[in-house]
């Protein structure tokens, strides 16, 4: 072979490669969630990921939802993140009412419920700050004699305009910090007076603001919104009590 010609057997090769890669490139790009696959087989457990008011985004370099959904993965949890931002081709909350974050959970639910790889008695949500007050939502809109998930759990969730949901079998646990003044804790007292008994577990954290289990945040800091911060007690005992919650 003359120098610098092609090698064409490494040629076709790659191309041959490329060719049966494909499909799997386009069931990628075709899903409507991103999703994070266990590595033993299934039917999975599953857990849905619903952010705060910016989304997936990383802070201080540490993205925070990537961490818990490798943890969870790890664990042996399907994870599927509900990107209602992106979804809405928006970069913040206040340009997607709470009624269209609930749609987008049960939506997301119900496609995950009817995946062959998913348990579906077996399908739980996490929300943080606004997307906790998405959970509320979808909790209090979703369908008579339909339980599209058993187990919600929402971090410090925004209450405010939040219902009561019916006993329709799941159960919830919501997180929440003592000194948070960006979403109360007071604002989810009417629900949590409200819903049946023993369906629900509010543990209130000392000296906690908002978003006090972001690991990137300093222990305090002052925003236009309000005061966050992160408080590693509060952390560590909230996700330890997280995990025990969902198995």
């Known amino acids: 072979m003359p120098p610098g010609a092609p090698n064409w057997l490494s040629v076709i090769v790659a191309a041959a490669l490329l060719l049966l890669s494909m499909p799997q490139l386009r069931a990628a790009a075709d ?25 997936f985004n990383a802070v201080n ?35 997607v009412p709470r009624a269209e974050v609930g749609r987008e959970i049960l939506d997301a639910a119900s496609w995950t419920r009817d995946r062959a790889d998913v348990d579906p008695a077996r399908v739980s949500v996490i929300g943080w700050s606004y997307g906790g007050g998405g959970v509320l939502t979808a909790l209090a809109a979703m369908p008579a004699g ?26 919830v646990l919501l997180l929440m910090g003592a000194a948070d003044e960006v979403a109360r804790p007071a604002a989810c007292d009417p629900v949590v007076r409200a819903v049946p008994a023993g369906s629900l577990r509010a543990i209130l954290y000392p000296n906690a603001f908002h978003s006090f289990d972001v690991r990137s945040l300093p222990e305090r800091a002052q925003y236009p919104f309000g005061i966050i911060g992160y408080n590693p007690e509060a952390a560590k005992a909230s996700w330890e009590t997280v ?5």
Do not use: I
């Not at 399907?78 to 979804?87: A, E, I, N, S």
């Not at 219902?163 to 079998?169: I, L, Q, R, T, V």
């Open 31 to 55: 899903e409507p969630y991103r999703v994070l696959l266990p590595t033993r087989d299934g039917p999975h457990p599953a857990v849905l990921l619903v952010p705060g008011c910016s989304g």
């Open 61 to 95: 370099g540490v993205n925070l939802y990537d961490e818990r959904a490798e943890a969870l993965r790890m664990l042996g949890y399907l994870v599927v993140f509900v990107d209602y931002l992106g979804r809405q081709h928006v970069t913040e909350c206040r340009y």
């Open 146 to 171: 339909t339980l599209l998930f058993q187990k919600a759990v929402m971090y410090y969730p925004d209450c405010r305009s939040a219902k009561p949901w019916p006993d329709a079998g799941t159960t």
């Open 243 to 247: 995990l025990e919650f969902l198995n």
